[in-house]
């Protein structure tokens, strides 16, 4: 939670070969296959005893967060041939070539003091026999899982061309208890589901957690009151705030791109509509004022305009519309209910929840509606929330059953995993890149 100051620099002199701009390998994440890039992470150099233990627990942490995007390969470092006593020269190209190693990560960890380390690390094409990338970060010693997932963000945009999404946290409800007495609390971790805490204390019921775009708050929904309000904390300082008391129920809060306004679903009298806060002026806005119900609005990144579910045409439909309210259109057409739609980042698709045939699914399309594609398919899929990148999806998902959690899947829909959490989960919320 704390606020730690992290320097880097790219190295100069100290190396003979200088950082270059654009990999000569790369890597097409846009195809529906791909063949995973193979990577040899060996274990940093450490200098000094404090070096250790993190001259190895850093390079794992790259390796699984490598591993973990379905892009890359980490290689057994059984099979490697060539021991790096330094990483102030080039490897011997030959000695990574023999194992089929298509990129090398050199580092070293350097002990300042008793608090303080310095990562420097170096990224090898093996085949172009060059330098992709180079970087010095000095931090806190307790801060050496933030400089891991820094490492793997610039080889990830090295590679790619793409930003990195390793360095971001996620908000989520962490459920225990019996169905009928179930306890629901705002917990946060780490993208890899490391440093798991709760955020709030107590057994007050709360939903809908959902992330500020750029800074560390939150908004969602607690009945600590004995009714649903809409809440806004700071993750970073624990302080938090009850955004006055709006008639019937609240819910679905989601901020816009600025972070100036928030999304609200209101639901009186059995009708459901959309309506803009903001947070400066406290002016809450009807956007939508149809007989079906319309919930779980989202903001495209630009800001102009919003995706949404309604009832209005007989069955749960998307739609878009201006951020005024203004030129609703329909953009799905398939069989099946559609909910839950959320923006990408990126502004290209829009991921949703589909359901069809007793399945539940998280899919995406594009931001017109067309190129509807499924990634999933279980009893109970909902819930999607992007990566700070466009290129990941979280979700809930609750076997029958069996324990809700939280599952991560790709736009190809091919790298599906379960993401480790405090027992139950739901409603996950990816967060910004931390800065």
Avoid at 78 to 92: G, K, L, N, V
Avoid at 115 to 138: C, F, K, P, S
Avoid at 307 to 330: D, E
Avoid at 344 to 370: C, L, Q
């Amino acid at each position: 939670m704390l606020r730690i100051l992290i320097t880097a620099c790219l190295f100069a002199a100290a190396f003979v070969m200088a950082v270059v701009g654009h990999a000569q390998i790369s890597i097409d994440i846009t195809k529906s296959e791909i063949d995973p890039t193979r990577i040899a992470i060996p274990e940093f150099i450490g200098q000094g005893a404090g070096a250790s233990p993190y001259n190895v627990d850093i390079p794992n942490v790259i390796s699984a967060d490598l591993e973990r995007s379905g892009l890359f390969e980490p290689l057994d470092r059984a099979a490697f041939i060539e021991t790096q006593s330094t990483i102030d020269y080039e490897p011997t190209w030959q000695s990574w070539r023999v194992i089929n190693a298509e990129v090398l990560v050199s580092g070293r960890v350097i002990e300042q003091d008793e608090m303080t380390i310095t990562v420097e690390y170096r990224l090898w094409d093996i085949y172009g026999n060059r330098q992709l990338d180079a970087a010095r970060l000095r931090t806190p010693k307790d801060n050496w899982r933030r400089i891991a997932h820094k490492i793997s963000d610039r080889i990830y945009t090295a590679l790619t061309g793409e930003a990195g999404y390793f360095d971001s946290r996620i908000v989520y409800v962490a459920e225990d208890g019996p169905k009928t007495q179930r306890r629901k609390r705002l917990s946060i971790m780490d993208q890899d589901g490391a440093n798991q805490v709760y955020l709030v204390s107590g057994s007050d019921l709360v939903l809908t957690p959902r992330f500020h775009p750029s800074e560390q708050r939150i908004a969602f929904l607690s009945y600590e009151t004995g009714r649903p309000d809409v809440f806004l904390m700071d993750i970073t300082t624990g302080n938090r705030e009850r955004l006055g008391r709006f008639d019937g129920m609240t819910t679905s809060p989601q901020f816009s791109p600025d972070g100036d306004t928030l999304l609200m679903t209101r639901i009186i009298n059995g009708d459901s509509d959309i309506f803009s806060y903001d947070l400066s002026s406290r002016k809450l806005t009807a956007l939508t004022r149809s007989s079906g119900i319309d919930t779980s609005p989202s903001y495209s990144p630009d800001g102009r305009n919003i995706v949404f579910n309604s009832s209005r045409g007989g069955s749960r439909q998307l739609y878009v519309m201006s951020a005024a309210g203004r030129n609703v259109k329909r953009i799905s057409f398939g069989s099946g209910q559609y909910t839950a739609p959320a923006w990408s980042p990126r502004g290209d698709k829009i991921a949703f929840t589909k359901s069809e045939g007793g399945r539940f699914h998280i899919g995406v399309m594009n931001a017109d509606g067309s190129n509807e594609k499924l990634l999933t398919s279980s009893y109970l899929d909902e819930g999607p929330t992007w990566s700070p990148n466009g290129r990941v999806l979280l979700f809930s998902r609750e076997p029958r059953g069996g324990q809700s959690g939280i599952y991560s899947v790709d736009l190809t829909g091919r790298n599906l995993r379960r993401v480790a959490t405090l027992g139950a989960a739901s409603d996950p919320a990816w967060g910004p890149t931390l800065k």
